[in-house]
């Protein structure tokens, strides 16, 4: 079993419509979680952390259930650009070593004109 | 603002070939990452330096050595190039080891080992 695991999709989704991700992890001391952005062919980029009690940063919404061990996206009013990769980053490492982030494999969304 | 430099963009090398990936940053970090990524199968580390003068192993790191010759590069050589390590390489920095900041990547290197 793979520690974060993804949807693959690809999610197609018509303009203005909102579109949700799931991950789940496996180790139930993960401390911390983070969604990154990987366009294609390019390099990935943090979107945004996932905090306990839920973030949102404009049209983009983070949930955290530890309880169920998964993390959630949401994203209203879908853009064209927002047509990428998303990916799941979760770290579990005791002494909050970075060197045990583990990243899912992604979830691929295209917005539709 | 150049943030992570790696070169060279694209590489072809013959089975059993040797070659060193560059890796620069210029933010001052101190913690840099080399990973992997292959379809399917997310990026996955490969070695790890959390500060100058220190390196360790990720969870992919045979067939690779690493130097981090100073603050601001860090090198990933391949000895003995087989098949199996055709795959995007990214180099990444963060300002420290901690989990919560975010790892900045560079735009990556493409390697086929034929």
């Known amino acids: 079993r793979k520690e974060v695991e993804q949807d693959p999709g690809p999610f197609n989704v018509p303009e203005g419509a909102t579109v949700a991700f799931n991950c789940t992890y496996s180790?139930?001391?993960?401390?911390?979680f983070f969604w990154y952005r990987q366009d294609c062919r390019k390099e990935p980029k943090l979107l945004m952390s996932v905090y306990s009690s839920g973030n949102e940063d404009g049209r983009f919404t983070a949930q955290l259930n530890r309880a169920s061990q998964y993390i959630s996206l949401l994203i209203r009013d879908s853009k064209l650009s927002d047509s990428a990769t998303y990916l799941c980053?979760?770290?579990?490492?005791?002494?909050?070593?970075?060197?045990?982030?583990?990243f899912g494999s992604g979830t691929q969304l295209t917005v539709l004109p | 603002n150049a943030g992570v430099t790696q070169t060279p963009k694209f590489q072809v090398l013959k089975t059993g070939q040797s070659m060193t990936l560059q890796c620069a940053q210029d933010?001052?970090?101190?913690?840099m990452y080399w990973y992997r990524q292959d379809p399917g199968m997310g990026l996955r580390l490969i070695y790890y330096s959390a500060s100058e003068g220190t390196t360790d192993k990720g969870e992919v790191p045979n067939g690779y050595n690493v130097s981090r010759l100073n603050k601001r590069e860090f090198s990933l050589r391949l000895e003995s190039a087989a098949p199996s390590q055709t795959s995007v390489y990214f180099c990444?920095?963060?300002?420290?080891?901690?989990?919560?900041?975010?790892?900045?990547f560079g735009d990556g290197t493409r390697l086929s080992i034929l």
């Open positions: 980053v979760v770290n579990w490492a005791s002494r909050g070593s970075a060197r045990q982030l583990t």
């Open positions: 180790n139930s001391a993960s401390q911390s």
């Open positions: 990444a920095s963060s300002p420290s080891g901690t989990p919560r900041q975010p790892q900045h």
């Open positions: 933010m001052n970090h101190n913690s």
